[in-house]
């Protein structure tokens, strides 16, 4: 009677994925770990949208500002450039970034005579005889053509813009100008690091440089996996001797070093690392596959498949693959993680992500000294970002694991 009763509520309960999908909803390790995850995705996917430096990698450097500490406020003059600047659309600077259409010049204090803009040069600490600036009001509110003279007198002043428009303001109109419009306060929310760059936006877009690497590494991997994995599990014999042959030849070279070696081989570089990694991730997907279909390929549908004259790849990849997705789910979830920390391995080493694009591995790298002194948030930050990336992998991978399970799957409730 209990078994009957219980035949019934799974009935009722709908199907295994979405009994699967309940179970997973109900582990609050796992949802936490897939909002950490979502998250992670969302930045990546806005990217230069929402970082406060939207130049290319975020490299924007401001020596004066190098190693201010979180919550750092700055007053900027931004000093148009005489040239014509274009615009990108959306999708290209979320992709890419943009430069910026002018010159921003960091400043301690700001004044005006006549047609001219002063500042003296920042410095957080009072200078006895402070290094001062001299711009023309016209050049810093407007990008000119500097073909053209740019006449003033006393009250007035006269130029031609970049796009051929010509100008006639008072002084005061240009001053007021400058002031509401080009006079502008940065706030550094994480500080700076050595190089006066913003870590708040580096650490931003650090965040696609990981998630792309584990995305198109286990993607690799799943290729490269499931293909031989599924060959040798189906067909046996001596097909199924060679690829083990090869499965144990790789599997037998430590991970880090044949990454290192395939690195040095393709080059260093951004696509380098993906092709690096997702190489040497392929092994344990392959392993499992070919297991799974071993256990799979002498079940009643498969010789009802053969019987209705399927064919091979007909019965690989419609009628077993599926069968045998979930544990390639798992593995893809723990290969995520470890992708992201064979990427910034390489690195922190020097032969993974180039400068100055910025990865958590590099800004390790390039931040370790200052651990000993009282700036060690500039490597702990990046550091922090891997671990809770790479625990929220290792979290969800271990609840798919319990979600699927199909041997308590069936009866749970």
Partial sequence: MMILFRKREYVSGGSLSKLALKRLWRNPLAVISLILIGAAILISVLGYLITPDSTPYSNEQ???LSIHKPGTKVKMLHVEQNTDHKKKNVIMKMLFGSRRSYTAIPFSDIHFEGDKVMVE?????PLPDP???TFDLADVAYAIDMNKEVLTDADTVIFTDIKGKYHRMATADLQRLVMENRVITRHYLLGTDQFGRDMLSRLLIGTRVSLSVGLVSVAISL???ILL?????FFRGRVDDLIMWFINVVWSIPTLLLVIAITFALGKGFWQVFVAVGLTMWVEVARVVRGQFISIREKEFVE???ALGYRNSRIIFRHILPNVLAPVIVISAANFASAILMEAGL???GIGVQPPMPSWGSMIRENYPYIILDSAYLAILPGLAIMVMVLAFMLIGNALRDALDVRTIGSWR
């Fill in 62 to 64: 401001f020596l004066e």
């Fill in 121 to 125: 040069e920042y410095s957080d600490t």
């Fill in 131 to 133: 290094q001062k600036q």
């Fill in 223 to 225: 290729v490269i996996g």
């Fill in 229 to 233: 994995g599924s060959v040798a599990g």
């Fill in 304 to 306: 009802a498949g053969r």
């Fill in 347 to 349: 690195s922190f080493l």
